[in-house]
């Protein structure tokens, strides 16, 4: 199983980004997707999760700032994120739980600016 995040950069505060992820080598349409991060010098953190029924759940840091959704089709959750603060600021990473094993992709950075 192997995850590709992309779509980090750096925006200013108030500002959006969108992230994605792709997913390869599971039935992606089963699996609960989530989303991470971590701040330097800080313990990673769930951000928003979504389950195959698309029932989502967000951290409460993010609840209306942040939506994410998936596309089955093209294997893939995204984390559209507006109204960015500079606490948003980390190191996003996708995740899957798989084989009783968390699969991590490499993280894609997002900065905001104040």
Same mark, same amino acid.
């Given at each position: ?6 779509? $980090? /950069?750096?925006?200013? *505060?108030? /500002? ?8 390869? /080598? ?19 953190? !769930?951000? @928003? ?9 967000? @951290?409460? =840091?993010?609840? $209306?700032?942040?939506?994410? *959704?998936?596309?089955? @089709?093209?294997? +893939?959750?995204?984390?559209? +994120?507006?109204?960015?603060? =500079?606490?948003?600021? @980390? !190191? ?7 084989? &009783?094993?968390?699969?991590? &992709?490499? /993280? ?7």
């Amino acid at each position: 199983v192997q995850l590709q995040a992309s779509g $980090g /950069g750096l925006v200013q *505060a108030g /500002g959006s980004l969108r992230l994605s992820c792709t997913a390869s /080598g599971s039935i992606f349409s089963i699996r609960t997707m989530y989303w991470y991060r971590q701040a330097p010098g800080k313990q990673r953190e !769930l951000v @928003a999760s979504i389950t195959s029924e698309f029932s989502t759940k967000y @951290a409460d =840091s993010v609840k $209306g700032r942040f939506t994410i *959704a998936r596309d089955n @089709a093209k294997s +893939m959750v995204s984390l559209q +994120m507006n109204s960015l603060k =500079s606490e948003d600021s @980390a !190191l996003y990473y996708c995740n899957q739980k798989y084989a &009783g094993k968390d699969i991590w &992709g490499e /993280g894609t950075l997002v900065t905001v600016s104040s």
